[in-house]
């Protein structure tokens, strides 16, 4: 079974500032797919940046970056230049392939982040 | 545009009634999930579907119930069985292919009450 932790409940980040939120996963297969989302308060899930087990190089999108340690098993979250916007619940979430074909995207609890200005 | 709608935004349910909440989406994904939200939580997978006809127990499907006769379509039922049904309800698809980078893509949510 795969997990998935998110150790930080609550982060302040100064507007223009770097942050990092972290996320470690547990699991036993050498194929998996790992997601970080976005959440405001409106209650939308915003797909921010993927990164794949056997990519070597880790995912950029704009101003996120995914901190891919592979031997740690951690997939860490930057977020650089930090907006007001950028307010808003995060969530690491893993997928795995089980038997059948079928998939399973399993979700941490995610981190709130408050950027303050 | 291509997206997931989730109906009702909010929905309310009084003790002993089943509800359902409405999912549909035009995206031409196989794969659609059912998640639930309690406040400060992460996600909970309930049920999920890759084909027609076809669904799987997610982590906590005790209470709910599901059914996929359209490919568009995969409503969520709250029955009198789930004794703690307020949360928040997310629905989501993906495309059903091997190992990609393709997200799920989720609506905007129903949330739910007891009266």
């Known amino acids: 079974a795969q997990k998935i932790t998110q150790t930080q409940p609550g982060m302040f980040v100064q507007e223009k500032e770097a942050v990092t939120l972290d996320c470690t996963y547990d699991?036993?297969?050498?194929?998996?797919?790992l997601f970080w989302y976005k959440q405001p308060s409106s209650g939308e899930m915003i797909f921010l940046i993927y990164?794949?087990?056997?990519?070597?190089q880790n995912a950029t999108e704009g101003r996120y970056s995914l901190n891919f340690q592979k031997a740690r098993k951690s997939a860490n979250l930057v977020i650089s230049a930090s907006q007001l916007g950028d307010s808003a619940m995060y969530f690491c979430?893993?997928?795995?392939?089980?038997?059948?074909?079928?998939?399973?995207?399993?979700f941490g609890t995610g981190t709130k982040l408050q950027v303050i200005p | 545009d291509g997206g997931i709608t989730q109906s009702p935004k909010y929905l309310f349910r009084k003790e002993g009634q089943n509800v359902t909440l409405s999912c549909e989406q035009n995206?031409?994904?196989?794969?659609m999930y059912w998640y639930r939200q309690d406040p400060g939580q992460g996600l909970r997978l309930i049920y999920y579907?890759?084909?027609?006809?076809?669904?799987q127990k997610g982590d906590i499907a005790e209470g709910y119930s599901v059914s996929r006769e359209k490919k568009e379509s995969f409503p969520l039922t709250v029955t009198s069985a789930q004794k703690n049904p307020t949360a928040f309800y997310l629905c989501?698809?993906?495309?059903?292919?091997?190992?990609?980078?393709?997200?799920?893509?989720f609506g905007d949510g129903t949330r739910l009450s007891i009266l």
């Open positions: 989501a698809s993906s495309i059903k292919t091997g190992w990609d980078n393709q997200p799920q893509h």
């Open positions: 699991t036993s297969d050498q194929s998996y797919g």
């Open positions: 990164q794949g087990s056997y990519d070597e």
């Open positions: 979430a893993m997928r795995e392939h089980l038997s059948g074909g079928y998939q399973k995207v399993t």
């Open positions: 995206l031409n994904h196989d794969a």
């Open positions: 579907s890759q084909i027609v006809n076809d669904f």
